[in-house]
């Protein structure tokens, strides 16, 4: 059965093809870090085992296709993809065909000549220059190839690029969604669209010039937005606070007063630090000094959020019905200032709440506490998971789903009276 994202728009996924015996182009994320010619790391290599190995289930004729690093159009040996062909083929317990490049004709004789249950990997995709400029050639090429194309790879669906884009136009049997892929799309759907008195957003980290995006989008769906980290910085000296030598980003101390100005006329609470753990230089042998007010005196910096501000952040949060969570709420790397960062993925962990945590370092964070299993759900996405949950269209998904236009159309005219209401400030001019 196909998912239902929202009344308007629903998911098919690859239980909902038949494609018994068939083939079928999977869009992968293999891009893992290699080092001396190996997989480093093979995190995303397991993460899509399940919808291979669904499809191998099946019968199916499988066609791999992944980019690796930036190889920018040329064939660049230190990113080829074979070393993650070994590691899948020990995975799958089965042999795994690499072609020599991603598309051409040998390419084409290996995919046409696969036999039922066999895997062949695509070389590199990036190794083509089209594939970042959604190149209609390479998207016919790689569509000529299938039957079917599954989109698995959630980290690149933001970008709009031939293997996850362009090649759905070209599909005559049918496109749709793998097990990673729903998963994700699932999960944050839950966030984009809990009631605004449901949810509670967390976000933090380095900079307020990183996540201006997700920051107005909170404002617009969360009820209370609480913010740590060094971006915390740049919103207490935009209310005139003292900050010492803390991160502040100048630039967008006017940024930071209008959303403040824009969280009160909606009645949002953007909740900041009230108390902080701060050292005299960025260091991890630093002495931890403890500031127990907001203004931190000069010749301190804000490493992470104190006793009184973790309290209270854990409050909101124990009443939350929906959870999200974006960026450290401290250099958590160093063991002194971690503490206000694991708190919260304490209060995570103990939430009833439906609960998401996306971000690179946030993630390295919540795997880091040992409370990663007791999470709702945490995004592999990055980019792609902050792009989706600022409400944003992702093209890698709008390819894959499916609208019904009267019913869009009625929510668009809904959304429009809505934006025409007054008293919204205008905030986009940054
Ligand atoms: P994510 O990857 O989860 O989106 P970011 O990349 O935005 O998170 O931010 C993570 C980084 O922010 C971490 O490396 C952390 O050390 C740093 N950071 C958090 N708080 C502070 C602070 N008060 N001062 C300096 N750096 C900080
Ligand atoms: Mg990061």
Known sequence: MPIQLSPDVSLTTIEDLDIEGRLVLIRVDFNTPIADGRVADDTRIRAALPTIQYALKKNARVILVSHLGRPKGKEVEALSLAPVGDVLAEHLGQEVTLSDRPLGEASAFLSQNLKEGEVLLLENVRFHGGETKNNEHLARELAAFTDFYINDAFGTAHRAHASTTGITQ???????????????????????????????????????????????????????????????????????????????????????????????????????????????????????????????????????????????????????????????????EWPSFSTGTFAIAEAFASSEAYSVVGGGDSVRAIHESGL?????????????????????PLPGIEA???????????????????????KVANIDSH
């Not at 959303?259 to 009230?274: D, K, T, Y």
């Open 170 to 332: 070209f599909i005559h049997e049918g496109v749709a969604a793998g097990y990673l892929m729903v998963e994700e799309v699932r999960a944050l759907s839950q966030v984009l669209n809990a009631k605004r008195s449901e949810l509670v957003a967390v976000i933090g980290g380095a900079k307020v010039s990183d996540k201006i995006s997700i920051l107005k989008s909170l404002v617009l769906r969360a009820n209370s937005v609480l913010v740590g980290g060094a971006m915390a910085y740049t919103f207490l000296a935009a209310q005139g606070h003292e900050v010492g030598s803390s991160l502040v980003e100048e630039e967008h101390l006017k940024t930071a007063q209008e959303l403040l100005a824009f969280a009160q006329e909606r009645g949002v609470n953007i909740i900041l630090p009230v108390d902080h753990l701060a050292a005299a230089e960025f260091n991890e042998s630093a002495i931890p000094v403890s500031i127990d007010q907001i203004d931190i005196p000069d010749g301190l910096m804000g490493l992470d959020i104190g006793p009184k501000t973790i309290a209270a952040f854990q409050e909101v949060i124990s009443h939350a019905q929906v959870l999200m969570w974006n960026g450290p709420m401290g250099v958590f």
């Open 372 to 392: 990663a299993d007791q999470v709702g759900h945490i995004s592999t996405g990055g980019g792609a998971s902050l792009e989706f949950l600022e409400g944003k």
């Open 400 to 422: 894959i789903i499916k609208r019904d236009a009267e019913l869009t159309a009625l929510k668009e005219e809904l959304d429009r009276e809505l934006a025409a209401q007054p």
